[in-house]
């Protein structure tokens, strides 16, 4: 059992204000997998005094890049070395499965490794030209950082979605306070070890487990300069409205209900390989899932079988299990939620194709949900509209290539999707009108040297490469 039962505040582990520990259950079978202190807004108070004396009077904001840039190498290389720990502890407390925590790792690497070229390649201070060649002005254009960076995340992806944030604000000489789920105390805790050892001058980081309450006490706080928020569009609503009242600088990347295009040509033995891993990753616990499957009506029946086949393989169990695809829900209440659309989706009239709202027969103990699909769905559907988190599929039938673009933006999410088809160059002329932030091809992987983040609803701003560390940094003109 893992038990940490102090804050790390300011690059130190401290006392908590509040000495009683939060017990983290087992998602798989609800067993103590660890014991953790809780950040309360008295703690949230300590942590951005530091983070603020850090900035304001500290070393790391004026440090060299390169000398920065060096600090999160050593970061990046402290957690490969205990990469095989780190995805065992989120899986106990998460429930991901296995294959998946581990997987992440090297993504982990390739994540890192774009932000830190974007920082070695960044012109941190240039002479601009003046277009006029008979002026008499110059102007001077610095990168800055913006200040203290308050970072909350949520609990699906605890350290891709913690890196994402702290290595560009970090790189960027900002100070920064990352708040993190309580259901991820646990690997949170070995995230802050690692920082800990990397060498950040004292102040300049804080990792927090709390609660939604410290959490808005945080990006309510008038030492925070900036918020950067991965969660519910609810919840990204609310912290954008703070933000906008006190004139923060503020990035969201939100919810998603993406589409899955399959054109009439597509293979279908490609698209089914690819199937689980872009619409029922992490146990559908993921933003990105493309959970809204569009199949043309001439092959509508052909795609719905082979979809069904393809999730009555997935294995459903312990995520400890190597065999294991999609282990449990987070938590019970989420758990149910999955369930409760499941029963939605029944009476709104589609056609249950497999699973259904009962747990899986040997896994009653545990927060565990019946992978499920839907067929003969209206995109009007609230199991269409809304984002379950879970691993629950809808297979919606499309007239032509028009219908299916029109059927794919009909959504208040824009954050992801994807393009099946043989001709790789309609699929991309195809992907050019969907309205989202990322669009894969064939089940191609994500990157990082790109920008990611959404449209409409699924957030402001962009992650990863230079338009991720680029979202740290405030401009500054000095005229000469």
Avoid at 17 to 26: A, E, G, H, R
Avoid at 162 to 185: D, F, Q, Y
Avoid at 405 to 412: G, K, W
Avoid at 426 to 436: E, F, G, K, N
Wanted: aromatic letters at 6%.
């Amino acid at each position: 059992m893992i038990t940490y039962d102090g804050l790390f505040i300011g690059g130190t582990w401290a006392e908590p204000s509040d000495p009683n520990l939060l017990d983290i259950l087992s998602p798989h079978d609800e067993s103590l997998v660890g014991r953790a202190a809780q950040a309360r807004p008295a703690d949230v108070d300590r942590a951005v005094a530091a983070a603020r004396a850090a900035f304001d009077a500290g070393t790391w904001p004026n440090m060299p890049p390169a000398e920065r840039i060096a600090v999160l190498r050593r970061l990046n290389a402290l957690r490969e070395a205990r990469a095989e720990h780190i995805a065992a502890v989120i899986t106990a407390e998460n429930g991901s499965a296995g294959w998946f925590t581990r997987a992440g790792q090297p993504s982990l690497s390739r994540q890192a490794a774009a932000y830190l070229k974007a920082a070695e390649d960044l012109a941190w201070e240039e002479t601009l030209a003046p277009t006029d060649p008979a002026a008499t002005v110059r102007s001077l254009v610095r990168r800055e950082p913006i200040g203290v960076v308050a970072a909350v995340i949520p609990w699906n992806s605890p350290f891709s979605a913690a890196l994402a944030k702290i290595i560009p604000a970090l790189l960027a000489g900002n100070t920064v306070v990352l708040k993190v789920s309580p259901e991820n105390s646990l690997s949170m805790g070995l995230l802050a070890d690692l920082l800990a050892e990397c060498g950040l001058p004292a102040g300049t980081i804080s990792v927090l487990p709390a609660d939604r309450e410290t959490s808005e006490h945080l990006v309510s706080h008038p030492g925070v300069d900036k918020i950067a928020f991965t969660g519910s569009t609810g919840a990204g609503r609310r912290i954008a409205s703070i933000a906008g009242q006190q004139l923060k600088r503020v990035s969201l990347e939100l919810g998603g209900k993406s589409a899955a295009i399959v054109l009439p040509d597509a293979d279908l033995a490609k698209f089914t390989a690819g199937l689980a891993f872009s619409c029922l990753l992490n146990n559908g616990e993921a933003c990105i899932a493309q959970t809204r499957i569009l199949a043309p009506r001439s092959r509508y029946e052909e795609v719905v079988g082979a979809v069904k086949q393809v999730v009555e393989t997935l294995k459903v169990g312990d995520p400890q299990d190597p065999d294991t695809f999609v282990g449990p829900m987070i938590r019970r209440d989420q758990q149910q939620r999955v369930r409760d659309y499941i029963e939605t989706g029944i009476k709104e009239g589609a056609r249950l194709v497999t699973g259904g709202p009962q747990v899986p027969a040997g896994l009653e103990r545990g927060y565990y949900v019946t992978p499920t699909v839907f067929a003969d769905v209206d995109n009007a559907m609230r199991i269409a509209q809304e984002e379950i988190f879970g691993p629950v599929l809808v297979v919606i039938a499309y007239e032509d290539e028009d219908d299916a673009v029109r059927i794919a933006n009909d959504s208040e999410y824009g954050l992801s999707g994807g393009v099946w088809s043989a001709d790789e160059e309609h699929a991309l002329a195809v992907a050019r009108r969907i309205r989202t932030g990322t669009v894969t091809i064939n089940g191609a992987p994500v990157g990082f040297d790109g920008p990611f983040g959404g449209f409409k609803a699924s957030g402001i701003g962009r992650e990863y490469g230079f338009a991720g560390l680029n979202t740290y940094l405030e401009y500054k003109t000095v005229t000469l």
